[in-house]
């Protein structure tokens, strides 16, 4: 059975919140235009946040699984580059932005535009950070670490998003009592 065995997921150079010591990592694949991931994070992930991080039980990585269209390409290839130019922190800000404003620009279907993109990159980081972000992703600089996060989810059967791994193994279900009974299991070396 697939989803009994552990995979390794590489954690390195991967965007996280939480405890870096915390024992448990949960892993979430996303695309940014997805709206099961956008439900995902403003109603599991609070509660996430709240029962495994803030406890320092778990870790939270975002990796990208961009699949719906090209919008998702350049939204996954984006947030790569605000990661590694700006760093976790402004990552974060960024992604939890992204989400919320996902459907809110005229309901038009290019709302991924690098014109959009940059504009909810200007509302949480400084004009100069936007810059070094926009002059960044014009040289192409987030493929490198979108094209790992692709490899990584093909590697381990993605198909759909979000999907959600805890210790390296797959959640079948998508309930805090699926995701608690998962991170005790994992904490406890089982």
Known sequence: ????????????????????????????????????????????????????????????YFMNYAFISTDSTTAATFAETVYQELGNEKFWDFHEHLFANQTTVDGKENFMSEE??????????????????????????????LEKDMDMANNLGVNSTPSIFIGGKKVEGMTMDDFAKMVDETANGQ
């Open 1 to 60: 059975d697939v989803s009994e065995k552990s995979v390794e997921i590489s954690y390195e150079n991967q965007p996280f919140v939480g405890e870096e010591s915390a024992p448990v990592e949960i892993v979430e694949f996303g695309d940014y235009k997805c709206p099961h991931c956008a439900e995902f994070n403003n109603t599991l992930l609070p509660l996430i946040h709240e029962q495994f991080i803030d406890t320092g039980k778990a870790k939270f």
């Open 116 to 145: 959009f993109l940059e504009a909810v990159l200007a509302e949480v980081a400084t004009a100069e950070e936007t810059e070094q972000v926009m002059h960044a992703f014009g040289e192409n600089k987030g493929k490198d670490g």
